[in-house]
């Protein structure tokens, strides 16, 4: 049995465990009351049922003091338990929510809320969303059923619609229903329409908004779009003023009149201000008329027969694999010859070497190998090329100044000239004075 949308608890057909719903009405000067807004607020207790209306504001809260009762050890009446308790929606049999439910819960120790805006498009079929809360001190889990019924409502949509954005709240603040009244309230003193619905409210992260720096308790911020049923009032319209837009533009505050109403509690940046008038628009479907660029229809498509004739693929194999093989095999038969057939050789390069850079690149030769043989072996004898070959006076030919046994570690860097043989005396300058033989 679907209830109304005006059902609430204590009509004369009210069903235990069936939906909770409430409505906000306002006093007119004839003492009577006018139903302002159709949004929808409803508290999580068991499986239930909830019936919101198609295009209106729907939250359900999701309250962590109904769950704490639900996972062991059971508190006692009046005892305090402060469990850190988180929540996870989603559609029953898919992984995630409908495309029009969104859900938000800051931290493990607030409630949880799930918002939106139901479409037309699912009237009359039940939404079945599975919401599993755990208990991150215990790893325990309860899990309920949230049964949601969406009634067609007779003013959906409403002509005229107006998107607002308040810099100084988060989602989950605007989502409270004192809050939110309060908003729709100053709205309507602004507006003055006989009919005021939430129609959506939107976070600015989702809108691809920048997360505030954790500084002066700054806010993401959240769009509130609300519809009536008369046109937008002069307050509204001011926004789209040449002067205003102009101020805009230079990202500088416009001047509207009636933003006292609404500055107390609300910061609005009107130059995000959007106002829609859905009885101006113009449809833009149009009909697709066949003609040049469009394909005629073909009939059924015919899939090729079962009975296909085989391929040879020899041929596909040898133009594929044998040809760059063999232009590949040619190549390095020819760099082969090249590096090995027409090399000169060693004895063809020393012939037209001349003598004497032969005698250079031998001695260099032989002082790097009698180097790389010290570099080996310390203790042997110094090479023979650091020591003189001809006596610098006579010219004889000098031997060795040490011979194969001698250690060479001890001998000094410098050596005397007593300590030289075969070395010629020079005579010194005498000093002054009487000369003894």
């Not at 599975?130 to 309920?144: D, V």
Request: hydrophobic letters at 35%; a negative charge; aromatic letters at 10%.
């Amino acid at each position: 049995m679907l209830l109304p949308w005006w059902w609430e608890p204590g009509d004369p057909f009210a069903w235990t465990g069936q939906g909770l719903g409430t409505r906000r009405m306002s006093p007119t000067t004839t003492g009577t009351f006018l139903l302002t807004v159709y949004t929808i607020f409803s508290k999580v207790h068991s499986d239930r049922n909830v019936y919101p209306s198609a295009g209106v504001l729907f939250v359900h809260v999701l309250e962590r003091e109904y769950f704490k009762g639900e996972f062991p050890p059971y508190p006692k009446p009046g005892e305090i338990s402060n469990d850190p308790i988180t929540f996870n929606t989603n559609l029953m049999g898919y992984p995630d929510r409908p495309g029009w439910l969104r859900y938000i819960q800051r931290t493990p120790y607030s409630d949880g809320v799930l918002y939106g805006s139901p479409t037309a498009e699912n009237v009359g079929k039940p939404t079945i969303i599975e919401i599993t809360a755990y208990n991150r001190r215990t790893f325990e889990t309860a899990r309920h059923n949230l049964i949601i019924n969406i009634m067609s409502a007779e003013d959906f949509p409403l002509p005229y619609q107006a998107e607002f954005f308040i810099k100084n709240m988060n989602v989950e603040e605007m989502l409270a229903s004192e809050v939110l009244g309060d908003f729709l309230g100053a709205v309507k003193n602004v507006w003055q329409p006989e009919r005021l619905n939430a129609i959506n409210i939107t976070s600015a992260l989702d809108r691809g908004g920048r997360v505030p720096l954790p500084i002066n308790d700054m806010k993401e911020g959240v769009y509130v779009m609300v519809g009536a049923d008369v046109p937008f009032s002069s307050c509204l319209r001011e926004v789209e003023n040449p002067q205003n837009q102009l101020r805009c533009s230079q990202e500088m505050e416009p001047i509207i009149t009636c933003d006292k109403k609404f500055r107390t509690q609300f910061y609005i940046d009107w130059c995000k201000i959007s106002l829609v008038d859905k009885t101006k628009q113009v449809s833009t479907y149009q009909e697709v008329v066949r003609g040049e660029g469009i394909l005629p229809d073909g009939g059924e498509y015919k899939p090729p027969s079962d009975t296909l004739k085989s391929r040879d693929y020899y041929t596909d194999f040898l133009i594929t694999l044998a040809v760059p093989s063999a232009v590949a095999l040619v190549l390095f038969l020819i760099l082969a010859y090249i590096m090995c057939c027409r090399r000169e050789g060693v004895e063809k390069r020393n012939m037209q070497t001349p003598d004497i850079q032969l005698v250079h690149h031998s001695a260099i030769q032989k002082s790097t190998k009698e180097l790389r043989d010290m570099s080996k072996n310390r203790e042997i004898a110094w090479p023979l090329s650091t020591l003189p070959v001809f006596h610098p006076v006579t010219g004889e030919i000098i031997p060795p100044l040490h011979t194969d046994n001698y250690e060479s570690t001890n001998m000094p860097l410098m050596q005397t000239q007593q300590n030289l043989p075969h070395q010629t005396q020079i005579p010194q300058q005498q000093t002054t004075g009487k000369w003894y033989p």
